[in-house]
């Protein structure tokens, strides 16, 4: 079946611009994740949805990121006014339950959206 | 203390042999933890998902689980050039809040 996609694969905008960041689950999964990863960095978690409200949305960096999510289905990630240290690979990751749903809770990745911030 | 801590390496191993990966972990509390293998320049991806004490096989892979000792291990055995990648552990935080990464292990089978 259909893995998870992410739009734009990539995602080059000027400073101080708005971006929306899309991730389309694997059909059927509940939970949705949203990380990010600076060049020759580790994964850093932003925030997870079950369904479509997110238990912890402590991992967002700051007031400029917001994400939401329609259902069991597609999630955005916004980031408005870009900064450069926002460049990054931002990835999504679906499990077909949450995080406290073992041994359902595995997570697989989309191929992430490469964003520069110019 | 990190809360999951991987030597970063690189951890070179000749093709054939074992390569023994270790994680340790602080949350005593934690239930998930899982094996992601990931390319230079491509996501993760998942390998193996252990949650109980003790050893999980899946093909040339084994994840080991000791949950007193806070520390979970990959084996590759009958190493391929193939398998040389960056391999991350990851561990469920024990609030099941989110899911706590390290930062990873590289390592390089040579032919």
């Known amino acids: 079946g259909a893995g998870v996609s992410q739009s734009p694969s990539n995602k080059v905008t000027e400073k101080g611009k708005d971006v929306e960041l899309r991730c389309d689950p694997i059909?059927?999964?509940?939970?949705l994740y949203w990380y990010r990863q600076r060049l020759g960095q580790g994964l850093e978690f932003l925030i997870y949805?079950?369904?479509?409200?997110?238990?912890?949305k402590s991992g967002l960096p700051s007031d400029r990121f917001s994400a939401e999510r329609t259902g069991e289905s597609v999630s955005t990630l916004t980031i408005q006014r870009t900064q450069q240290e926002d460049s990054a690979v931002y990835l999504c990751?679906?499990?077909?339950?949450?995080?406290?749903?073992?041994?359902?809770?595995?997570?697989?990745f989309g191929p992430g959206t490469r964003l520069t911030v110019l | 203390q990190k809360e999951v801590e991987q030597n970063s390496g690189p951890l070179s191993v000749p093709e054939g042999a074992i390569a023994s990966l270790n994680c340790t972990y602080s949350?005593?509390?934690?239930?998930?933890f899982f094996w992601y293998r990931q390319y230079s320049g491509k996501s993760p991806e998942l390998i193996m998902s252990?949650?109980s004490n003790g050893d999980k096989e899946d093909g040339r892979f084994t994840a080991q689980l000791n949950k007193a000792s806070q520390y979970v291990s990959l084996l590759i055995r009958d190493s391929q050039p193939s398998d040389s990648a960056t391999y991350l552990c990851?561990?469920?935080?024990?609030?099941?809040?989110?899911?706590?990464w390290g930062l990873g292990t590289s390592l390089a089978v040579n032919p």
């Open positions: 949350d005593r509390v934690s239930q998930s």
């Open positions: 949805f079950q369904g479509n409200s997110a238990p912890d």
């Open positions: 990851a561990v469920i935080a024990g609030n099941n809040r989110k899911l706590i």
């Open positions: 059909s059927g999964h509940t939970a």
């Open positions: 990751a679906s499990s077909l339950l949450g995080l406290a749903g073992p041994p359902y809770n595995e997570q697989f």
């Open positions: 252990i949650y």
